[in-house]
């Protein structure tokens, strides 16, 4: 089954960088769409970035400037590249992946554990 690994999460001050990085492995045919989603203390979840395999957005108005995603389809991987951080910036971020297996028929969501990103003032 496919699994997805995200790293690179830590404690960072106000105005540090962070690369994330999430590496999708197992019996994978195809990847569809690979997103960034996090989730802050008493937030909802909320798309940060998107990629397919020719394209890359970020989607959180409030990161456009600061974040950039960018992907490798050869390793599978995606990245999330994050600076001048901010205390709001403070969330579990998440891997998320369309994906199809070998011999399977539909492409299906799978997520990450997630990492811990947190930003001191």
Same mark, same amino acid.
Request: glycine fraction near 6%; charged fraction near 30%.
């Given at each position: 089954q496919a699994q997805l690994v995200e790293s690179g999460g830590g404690l960072v001050q106000a105005g540090g960088s962070l690369r994330l990085s999430c590496s999708a492995s197992g019996r994978i045919s195809r990847i569809a769409a690979m997103d960034?989603?996090? #989730? +802050?203390? +008493?937030? #909802?979840?909320?798309k940060v970035?998107?990629?397919?395999?020719?394209?890359?957005?970020?989607?959180?108005?409030?990161? @456009? +400037?600061?974040?950039?995603?960018?992907?490798?389809?050869? @390793?599978n991987t995606?990245?999330? #590249?994050?600076? @001048?951080?901010?205390?709001?910036?403070?969330?579990?971020?998440?891997?998320?992946a369309n994906l199809m297996e070998i011999g399977g028929y539909t492409y299906r969501d799978y997520w990450g554990q997630g990492t811990q990103v947190t930003v001191s003032s």
């Open positions: 960034w989603y996090r #989730q +802050g203390p +008493g937030k #909802q979840r909320e970035a998107s990629t397919t395999r020719v394209d890359s957005t970020i989607t959180a108005d409030s990161v @456009k +400037g600061r974040f950039t995603v960018f992907r490798d389809n050869a @390793k995606v990245y999330l #590249q994050m600076v @001048k951080l901010k205390p709001e910036d403070t969330a579990v971020y998440y891997c998320n």
